[in-house]
């Protein structure tokens, strides 16, 4: 039985450590110490996560609970806390919210100070939900001694970081195999870095590309089995209801079972591409779906292919799967490619994208596997303007016309080797009446402590940030901050997980200084 307490110690550790070879020595340390039947909730518990997921019990109780007494002892195990928040979650019917209340008082009465300060954390969303996951793999690996690769492929498609955990450091690598890509259960998509321009990002790929116009549109994961379809967001929603023609649009295909990847997308009547914020008004849709069809019809184009019949092919390579998805489906349902070497045909390519109306292209590399969930080196974006997908940290009150809203925002990206976010500087560019009506009553829904300037969140919230380039700054932890930077929009399509790290950032900065000595 292991102790609440040794798991808080942990944390600890690893919060105060800049080290991400730290953090892993000592994730890796407990989990070696943990019991068969605690390994998944202590990655759970790491990973600032709990396995009941929502609880029914909102800041302000949480808030509450705390402020009870603590216990002077450590006698409460991992276990315990878990069947107690588990016996909370399923606390129903009248009078419920305060027989929770009364359930969660019970619990942090049971915690010693650190204990509580860990309990509240957790279940505020303070221990960065899902922050450490690229670290957990790391540590995954290290405690279990096996192959890094083998834990974050396996990581890509399971849902629970904590099965995969009980997976490796119980049966060893072989009972990892059984994690693999399985018809409708979504994973998260491969995502890009960025390049400069087609010529750095020949220069990255070294040799052939496949060059692909680059659509503002929705990503889309599409599973189909027979006659059976369902569509799945970025986000893993599976919002088939809301546009039956695509449902329809694959029952037509020849193959039997199909994943494939790719983008939704509505049209104007001169066939140029609506904006995002456009499109989405489809994926939102519950009633009156016919109505909407008819008047914003909505056109699917795709790009990858991750599984025919029996057999996953999301490990083998770009031109692989390029060819599966040319047998499986008709090029006027591809998205525009062209593979080259050639910087002006590359050019020439990415020039036809913007003419469309599309945001850019995407190059990739020709023999790299689809990694789930991963921002890989092998799938470059290059783009008209430098956009960032960034996480709001905080915002400020505003003044004037903007008296009562939360408006400047504190933007914020997830340094890898730390787990924690760096701020990158501050906004309240682009945004409309509306969007501050809509920004502050989400802000507050998820306020975690306020100051006399600004309103501190869960880091919940991704938004589109449009910049002129970035500057050094001794203002930031991170060393930089964006210049000119301007709200886009919102991208309530994009988990906080998907949104750009400071890898990313840094990318573009040395990209920056590359472009400034030619």
Same mark, same amino acid.
């Given at each position: ?44 518990? $790491?990973? +600032? *996560?709990?396995? #009941? =997921? ?9 808030? @509450? &609970? !705390? /402020? ?54 957790? $279940?505020? +969303? *303070?221990?960065? #939900? =899902? ?9 995954? @690996? &290290? !405690? /279990? ?61 070294? =040799? ?9 549109? @929705? ?64 994926? =939102? ?234």
């Amino acid at each position: 039985m292991t102790l609440l307490a040794e798991l808080v110690q942990a944390s600890q550790r690893v919060g105060a450590s800049n080290s991400r070879k730290t953090k892993v020595r000592e994730l890796s340390s407990l989990l070696r110490t943990l019991a068969s039947e605690e390994i998944d909730l202590g990655v759970h518990f $790491l990973s +600032g *996560e709990i396995p #009941q =997921g929502k609880i029914g019990v909102g800041y302000s109780s949480v808030r @509450a &609970a !705390a /402020a009870t007494p603590p216990a002077n002892t450590e006698t409460m195990s991992i276990a315990e806390v878990d069947r107690r928040l588990t016996e909370l979650a399923a606390i129903r019917g009248a009078g419920s919210a305060a027989r929770r209340a009364a359930a969660l008082k019970e619990l942090f009465a049971l915690a010693t100070v650190s204990e509580q300060e860990f309990l509240l954390r957790l $279940l505020i +969303g *303070e221990l960065r #939900q =899902g922050a450490l996951a690229g670290i957990m793999v790391d540590a995954i @690996a &290290a !405690a /279990a001694e096996l192959p890094i690769a083998e834990v974050r492929r396996a990581a890509m498609y399971s849902k629970s970081l904590g099965a995969v955990a009980n997976a490796a450091l119980r049966e060893g690598v072989a009972a990892l195999a059984v994690f693999q890509l399985e018809l409708f259960s979504p994973v998260s998509p491969m995502l890009a870095q960025t390049a400069a321009d087609v010529a750095e990002a020949l220069q990255q790929i070294h =040799g052939e590309a496949a060059f692909e116009w680059k659509m503002d549109g @929705a990503r889309i994961q599409v599973h189909k089995l027979a006659d059976e379809v369902r569509i799945y967001t970025r986000g893993l929603n599976d919002i088939s209801a809301a546009i039956p023609e695509i449902v329809e649009l694959a029952r037509t295909f020849a193959e039997h079972t199909l994943v494939l990847d790719g983008e939704a997308i509505a049209f104007d009547s001169s066939g140029r591409p609506h904006p995002f914020q456009v499109t989405m008004k489809r994926f =939102g849709r519950k009633l009156n779906v016919e109505a909407a069809r008819s008047t914003l019809p909505i056109q699917a184009f795709f790009f990858d292919c991750l599984r025919v019949g029996d057999e996953s092919i999301a490990s083998r390579s770009t031109q692989e799967r390029f060819a599966a998805l040319a047998k499986a489906l008709p090029a006027s349902l591809m998205i525009p490619r062209l593979i080259t070497s050639s910087e002006p045909a590359a050019r020439a390519f990415y020039d036809a994208a913007i003419a469309a109306g599309h945001e850019g292209v995407m190059a990739k590399t020709l023999d790299a596997p689809y990694e789930a969930g991963s921002r890989g080196a092998s799938w470059l974006k290059i783009k008209r303007v430098h956009t960032l997908d960034l996480v709001v940290l905080a915002a400020e009150w505003g003044n004037g016309r903007r008296t009562g809203k939360l408006s400047n925002l504190h933007l914020g990206a997830l340094d890898p080797a730390t787990g924690e976010y760096v701020m990158l500087g501050k906004t309240f560019k682009g945004l409309t009446d509306a969007l501050l009506a809509w920004q502050t009553e989400q802000f507050l829904l998820r306020e975690i402590r306020r100051d006399d300037m600004a309103v501190y969140v869960r880091p919940e919230l991704v938004v589109e940030i449009a910049f002129s380039d970035l500057q050094a700054s001794i203002r930031y932890p991170g060393g930089l901050a964006l210049r000119l930077a301007r709200v886009k929009r919102y991208r309530d399509d994009k988990r906080v997980e998907n949104a750009d790290d400071m890898d990313s950032v840094r990318k573009i900065y040395s990209a920056q200084l590359g472009a400034a000595k030619d």
